[in-house]
């Protein structure tokens, strides 16, 4: 009752990358409201595949539902699950990642459960709530943190009388650690009968077609990223032969990808990719707050701008102040003849 819960995606058995980061940060949740932080996922021939890659992260009960038919994932079998425990459970928090599933499966439930849920969240906190209307006082909700409004603003939001509160995070956005590799938590495996009607198999997936991500911008130790400022497509090219002497990854403002500077796949913000590289570049970009909620935690910030007075140097820790076709030669003259 009242438990902290984390939904698992998995590809076969490995447990995706976005679950492990939830799991981090639902172990934080779990403990300052004093509560504990179970797990559930469900696949095929995953009974022992999966545990050591979910319960080091603090999990103390961990619903392990194996059966044909759950994988690969459909949306009915997977909402029956979830929808029967946590009717039978009553968390009071529901985290999942906001990626293809996630943005599919957390609707589907908490529409089945009448909860709410916020999608594509950046910071999950605890705190209290006042209706001053009604007079009253909630304490210990979720507060749900995202940019609305085109990332105008920064929304705070609260699900005051509905469990669970519910919220997808997009991969990247929390860190993941690992709490403890001996962690000893609790593992159940249930009866996938005793929740899924036969009905919600009438899908079946026929076929699957991945592709290998074509660079690793998330997990880049630098990243040298540009905007609209660039100016053009051939002047980005500055910005790969630059990161080629860093050993870096490109990435962009979505202003640069609109432009058709970039690729979609290397856009970084709220509506792209979420990175935490060492080091930062930020070449020709305002620093709209779309765009810094996906780079904000970077190690160092390095913004290369003719504007002194850009945004993006608020919160950068070094400003160069020039035109990119004049900096950035320079950077990659520099860097070629001193890198090792």
């Known amino acids: 009752m009242d438990n902290v819960f ?14 492990q980061e939830l799991l981090t940060k639902g172990r934080k949740l779990a403990d300052e409201l004093g509560v504990q932080l179970h797990a559930v996922v469900a696949g095929t021939d995953i009974k022992g595949k999966v545990e050591n890659q979910i319960l080091p992260y603090g999990v103390d009960k961990l619903f392990v539902f194996d059966g044909e038919g759950l994988f690969p994932y459909t949306s009915a079998p997977h909402t029956d699950i979830l929808v029967k425990l ?8 529901c985290l999942m990642g906001a990626t293809v599933i996630g943005r599919d499966l957390g609707p589907r439930v908490s529409s089945s459960l009448h909860s709410g849920l916020t999608a594509d969240c950046t910071q999950l906190e605890i705190g209290d709530y006042e209706d001053k209307k009604n007079k009253k006082v909630y304490k210990n909700l979720l507060y749900q943190i995202r940019p ?3 990332g ?3 929304a705070t939001i609260v699900n005051p009388d509905c469990r669970p509160q519910m919220a997808t995070v997009r991969s990247g956005v929390m860190q993941r650690e690992v709490l403890d590799e001996n962690y000893k938590g609790e593992v159940v495996y249930p009866d996938v009968a005793d929740y899924v009607s036969e009905l919600s198999y009438v899908v079946k997936v026929i076929d699957r077609h991945i592709e290998a991500a074509k660079h690793n911008l998330k997990g880049a130790p630098i990243v040298v990223a540009g905007g609209y400022g660039m100016g053009s497509k051939e002047n980005f090219d500055l910005l790969f032969k630059l990161a080629k002497e860093l050993h870096g990854e490109v990435g962009a403002s979505r202003a640069a990808v609109d432009a058709g500077f970039a690729d979609n796949d290397r856009q970084i913000g709220q509506t792209g990719v979420t990175v935490h590289p060492k080091v930062y570049f930020a070449c020709g970009i305002s620093g709209q707050i779309q765009h810094i909620s996906g780079m904000q935690d970077s190690g160092i910030i390095i913004s290369v701008n003719n504007d002194p007075d850009a945004p993006i140097n608020k919160i950068a820790d070094y400003v160069i102040t020039g035109t990119v076709e004049e900096v950035l030669p320079k950077l990659i003259k520099y860097y070629k003849q001193n890198s090792k």
């Open 152 to 154: 105008n603003i920064v």
């Open 6 to 19: 984390v939904y698992i995606e998995i590809e076969k058995s490995t447990v995706a990358e976005v679950s």
């Open 86 to 93: 946590f009717k039978d459970e009553k968390p009071q928090i």
């Open 148 to 150: 609305a409004f085109g």
